[in-house]
């Protein structure tokens, strides 16, 4: 079963159809949004500061979500794919957007609804990610337009939930949310 703990006296809230992985790890001031999944040895801590992640969002393995007390909250949108072993920190991701595996976001950064962030990128603290671009390196820089590639980023978000119904069914393994 997911690590659900109260931090400060806030407890972790979750929207319907959610999938926790068995060590996955939710503190704090943490609110989820529906068809959501956060998959093995990710760790989601709220509680230093809030973080709220819409619908249809999926947080792969080994990322980790966190802020900074007192000045950096952490805001995920709806249909967000955050790949495994991602850092999300501080910062405000917008609707319909791919952070790539491995990707560092810094305190203060925003990405734009319909961008990419590639694998491995860096972004520093404060940049913005320009809507419907692609994002890679060290440091982070706009490399071309997303074009045709947008299409992706909404199937990609809909298949973890596709993948998250396998774990759902199986009595075994993982949690299942349903608080509807």
């Avoid at 068995?22 to 230093?48: K, L, M, Q, Y």
């Avoid at 000045?71 to 072993?85: F, K, L």
């Amino acid at each position: 079963m997911a690590l659900i703990l109260p931090v400060r006296g806030f407890s972790p809230k979750f929207g319907k159809d959610c999938f926790l992985a068995p060590n996955a790890t939710i503190v704090g001031e943490v609110e989820i949004g529906d068809n959501c999944s956060v998959w093995f040895s990710a760790v989601i801590r709220g509680d230093v500061n809030f973080i709220k992640i819409g619908h249809h969002t999926n947080i792969q393995d080994n990322s980790t979500i966190h802020g900074t007390y007192g000045t950096a909250s952490t805001t995920i949108g709806n249909y967000v794919s955050i790949g495994h072993n991602a850092i999300v920190h501080g910062c405000t991701i917008e609707d319909n957007v791919l952070i790539g595996m491995g990707a560092r976001l810094m305190d203060g950064v925003i990405v734009r609804t319909g961008s990419i962030v590639a694998a491995g990128a860096v972004v520093l603290e404060g940049t913005e990610i320009e809507s419907g671009f692609i994002y890679a390196g060290v440091p982070a820089k706009k490399v071309k337009p997303i074009g045709e590639r947008g299409e992706m980023l909404q199937r990609i978000a809909n298949n973890y939930v596709k993948y998250s119904g396998w774990f759902m069914n199986e009595s075994v393994i993982g949690e299942s949310i349903n608080n509807g």
